[in-house]
């Protein structure tokens, strides 16, 4: 799914936290490496901490409280 896809799928389900995934780890497309969760942010008018974005490979527990950290910008 496209960004726009993903975030519209979080909203129809209604669902309490989005993580997005396969996004990062391999080159496969023309854009940059960073800009999936760079557009997701920019598109989403919720509370950004819906939205978690774990370092690659990071454990998360879903009943913690998150605060985006925008990690990837400074890499």
Not at 12 to 19: E, P, Q, S, T, V
Not at 43 to 58: A, M, N, Q, S
């Amino acid at each position: 799914m496209l960004p726009e896809e993903s975030i519209k799928a979080f909203k129809d389900l209604r669902a309490d936290k989005f993580i997005p995934v396969h996004w990062g780890m391999f080159v496969l497309s023309y854009h940059s490496w960073n800009e999936p969760p760079e557009k997701l942010f920019e598109l989403y008018d919720g509370d950004h901490k819906d939205i978690i974005v774990p370092r690659i490979g990071e454990v998360v527990r879903l009943s913690d409280d998150f605060e985006p950290s925008y990690w990837w910008r400074d890499n």
